[in-house]
């Protein structure tokens, strides 16, 4: 496995992130501008992980006044259990500033396996967003890691 951080300038792999994570979470996955955009960000993070030149997983954030965001997280269905989404977590970590004192996502409230490797990743269910998602519609659970 393979674990990097995407330039910029690496215009064709917006293109693969985008059939990835639509793949994952279907209408509702990221467009490849989408990801783009958040790597053209002086805060932003974009990142995967290959295998055999496959894309096996993604993540990306952004960080800004002491607090970051993992705004997008998936995994290829081939290569879920095998700790991809926990090392990709980890090495987000490492590219946040020093000084961050939390980090915040939102995972479907029905995606329990997705809420599993939060909480092993010491996220807490901190508040509900109703009806945050559509496709269908369905409330956010927002999670929340403390850092320091």
Not at 26 to 38: I, N, P
Not at 83 to 102: K, Y
Not at 106 to 117: F, G, H
Request: charged residues 30%.
């Amino acid at each position: 496995m393979f674990y990097y951080v995407i330039p910029e300038s690496d215009t064709e792999i917006y293109e693969r992130l985008s059939e990835l994570d639509r793949l994952c979470v279907g209408a509702d996955g990221w467009s490849a501008e989408s990801f783009r955009s958040e790597a053209e960000k002086e805060n932003g993070i974009v990142m995967c992980c290959s295998s055999s030149g496959r894309m096996a997983g993604l993540i990306c954030g952004y960080f800004a006044g002491g607090e970051a965001d993992i705004t997008s997280v998936a995994v290829h269905p081939d290569y879920r259990r095998k700790h991809i989404a926990e090392c990709l977590m980890q090495i987000f970590e490492l590219q946040i500033p020093d000084d961050t004192e939390e980090i915040f996502l939102e995972v479907r409230e029905s995606n329990t396996p997705a809420i599993k490797l939060y909480e092993k990743c010491g996220f807490e269910k901190l508040s509900v967003r109703k009806n945050f998602y559509a496709s269908p519609v369905e409330n956010a659970i927002v999670m929340r890691k403390r850092m320091k």
